[in-house]
């Protein structure tokens, strides 16, 4: 993939959509450690039962959110764009209950939990909009489950398209 953005860049912007963060804020941010990797359309990231130590940033393509069925398929529960950081809450459940893949081929910025906790105690701000995004992303998540239940196909592939352009 060619070189893009710095991942702590897309962060503070995807964070001052909805915080507002102030300077002094923005620059504990930019101390964060990020380990920027390419992954393969298709590729799983991490997988139900993982225990992890760093949360992902999506930098680029496209992620979803995935369970296994009883019966071996796979059942999609949330989509992920640039900027979205799919699994805050490994945060304090290091136990993956869910598994993420790449959709197209993706940029990911591994971001450290220790790194991460520490910023939060530093500054309640920054984990205040951290918690936020993590609330925001369940919203979204309750939303896909009344839309696999009540609505028809159709309907649901016009909500997800409709989502991802709004997002």
């Known amino acids: 993939m060619p070189k893009s953005l710095d991942p702590i860049e897309i962060l503070i912007r995807r964070l001052q959509r909805s915080a507002g963060l102030e300077q002094s804020e923005l620059a504990e941010l930019r101390t964060l450690q990020v380990d920027v990797a390419d992954v393969a359309r298709n590729e799983a990231i991490s997988r139900e039962g993982d225990r992890v130590e760093h949360c992902m940033l999506l930098v ?59 910023l939060c105690n530093r500054n309640r701000r920054v984990a205040d909009a951290l918690w936020r995004e993590t609330l925001i992303d369940a919203a979204v998540a309750r939303t896909w489950v009344r839309c696999v239940g009540g609505l028809t196909a159709r309907a649901r592939v016009a909500h997800m398209l409709c989502e991802l352009h709004a997002r």
């Open 60 to 118: 680029e393509g496209f992620l979803i959110r995935l369970q296994h069925t009883r019966g071996g398929k796979r059942q999609i529960l949330s989509f992920y764009v640039p900027g979205d950081i799919p699994d805050l809450q490994t945060l304090h459940l290091p136990t993956m209950d869910h598994s993420l893949a790449a959709i197209t081929p993706a940029r990911l910025g591994r971001i450290p939990h220790k790194s991460i906790q520490e």
